[in-house]
């Protein structure tokens, strides 16, 4: 009986060093599907940068939190399916060839999601940005981009329709061997390009944050003049999160 009641001393007492450390919470436990009744969800999944006659028919279009709520895109990128509603939620999609993108983390009421939209870039446009940007990607963590979008800018963004002279926060700030954020220069219709000297957006609005680690952030972006919305962001390693227009930062007033 003594043991036992020395046992449950230590526990009790507040001075007992055991030796245990203190486990950390985890930032990943909340990240899961609602109970709430299906709501719809519907967009468009297009290639970002050069397409040529590259499509994104059949790529496969899902809930990150619950990888069996699926679906995929048809010949035209557009895509739809129901979802658990109640609580925020992340979209992935996935076709081989193309970097596979996740979207912002948004929230699902019975309402659904629409205009649901993906920027998918090939696999060697994912490459080319990283070396402009002079980031070398780091598989335990997440890359994070957005378009801080002007009040022209629509539905899906386009070429030239960002909010020029903005500033892009991720709070809480990464770790400081985390990199951005690193703005898009506007090069002409076609063509845009990561500068790491720029220190704030151009008309292009892209922005990016490289080797982020895991954990929810909020991404949001402060100018002189105009107030933009805020994305929620769940940062999974290996996961490249763009929030694209019309969930990404988008221009409020």
């Not at 378009?147 to 809480?172: D, F």
Request: proline share 10%; glycine share 12%.
């Amino acid at each position: 009986m003594l043991p036992l009641l020395l046992a449950l001393a230590a526990c009790t007492d507040p001075d007992a060093d055991t030796g245990a450390e203190t486990a950390e919470p985890d930032p990943m436990a909340d990240w899961v599907v609602g109970d709430g009744p299906l709501a719809p969800v519907s967009g468009r999944a297009f290639v970002f940068g050069p397409s040529g006659n590259l499509s994104l028919e059949g790529a496969a279009v899902f809930v990150v939190e619950a990888p069996e709520y699926a679906t995929t895109a048809e010949a035209d990128g557009t895509f739809a399916l129901e979802v658990p509603s109640g609580r925020p939620l992340s979209f992935r999609v996935e076709q081989e060839g193309f970097t596979a993108i996740q979207s912002g983390t948004l929230p699902v009421g019975p309402e659904g999601v629409t205009q649901l939209g993906f920027q998918v870039p090939i696999t060697g446009t994912t490459e080319m940005m990283a070396y402009a940007s002079d980031i070398h990607l780091d598989e335990d963590r997440c890359q994070i981009a957005t378009t801080i979008s002007s009040a022209s800018s629509p539905p899906y963004g386009g070429s030239g329709v960002g909010e020029p002279g903005a500033t892009a926060i991720l709070e809480p700030f990464p770790s400081e061997d985390a990199e951005g954020p690193i703005y898009f220069d506007f090069i002409n219709d076609g063509f845009v390009l990561p500068d790491p000297t720029l220190t704030e957006t151009t008309i292009d609005g892209g922005v990016l944050f490289g080797n982020v680690p895991q954990g929810e952030y909020t991404l949001r972006a402060t100018h002189p003049t105009v107030r933009f919305t805020e994305v929620t962001i769940r940062c999974r390693a290996g996961v490249v999160v763009n929030a694209s227009p019309p969930h990404g930062v988008e221009f409020l007033e």
